[in-house]
């Protein structure tokens, strides 16, 4: 079985990750590309006492783009974060928190070390794929 995600388009994801550790990263994928997206959860946090490091959150025009991504020619297909305590699984913030956008979701679960895993979860939150 092929993988459901570009092998390019997934490096490009583990490498946002890496880049922004210990903070979450996020952003979305399309057909073609990934779109960075920068995590405002340290100033907007979501949930009292949680900031970028264990939460994320995409605000302002960021978030615009993403909503209005929909209704173009290559709109948003997979919502992506990292967890930054190695482990990719759908918290109960991210179910939520996800404002029934009708995307799949990517989590990675990254430590200081790196990438330790991620999985590809559909739109009711059940796993896809994994990657190790």
Not at 33 to 61: H, Q, S, W
Request: negative net charge.
């Amino acid at each position: 079985m092929s993988s459901p995600i570009r092998p390019e388009l997934l490096d490009q994801v583990y490498a946002h990750a890496r880049e922004t550790f210990p903070a979450e990263c996020c952003g979305y994928l399309t057909d073609h590309r990934v779109v960075r997206c920068t995590n405002v959860a340290a100033g907007e946090p979501l949930v009292a006492g949680r900031t970028d490091d264990t939460a994320f959150a995409i605000g302002g025009r960021e978030l615009l783009d993403f909503a209005r991504s929909f209704d173009g020619s290559e709109p948003a297909r997979i919502l992506y974060h990292s967890h930054t305590n190695g482990r990719a699984y759908i918290s109960a913030t991210d179910r939520a928190h996800a404002g029934g956008y009708p995307v799949r979701h990517l989590v990675i679960g990254i430590t200081a070390q790196g990438v330790v895993e991620a999985a590809l979860f559909d739109t009711d939150f059940v796993e896809l794929a994994r990657w190790c």
